[in-house]
């Protein structure tokens, strides 16, 4: 786990560092039984295509939680993040040939709040595609 993060070293404009996700089947598959969703749209090519998907795409919940994971461990602690929400532009597509998907997040303090927090816009790309149209974590900070 980081060094806590604190809120004196911190100006808006920080820069979270950008880290790489890799995506494949097997981690939808898994992320199915973890969280009890199995839409047919996260593991079978066949069905996304009949629905007109592009391929298998993951699920929105497990790019939310590969881009708090950016967040929490550029501060340290899971627990320090108080607000979070996103919304979405581009699902990530999954094809199945060995290599998946890369899911870039990175982040940006924009605001320091009173009581020592910050306002962290995050970006997710994977391909040219931007995932998020809005994303920010409210992070209390050391």
Known sequence: MAAAVRYADVEVGTEVPAVDFAVQRVNLVRYCGASG??????????????????NVIAHGM??????????????????????????????????DDGVGATLTVSGRVEEKLADNRVVVGLTAT?????VFSGARAVVQLA
Request: net charge negative; hydrophobic share 40%.
């Open 126 to 130: 994977s391909g040219d595609a931007k």
């Open 37 to 54: 969703d199995f839409n047919t749209i996260h593991w079978n090519e066949r069905f996304a295509t009949s629905v007109g998907l592009p």
């Open 62 to 95: 497990y790019t939310m939680a590969e881009a708090a994971r950016v967040v929490t461990d550029w501060v340290g602690d899971p627990g320090a993040v108080v607000e979070y929400g996103v919304r979405f532009s581009s699902p990530v597509v999954v094809p």
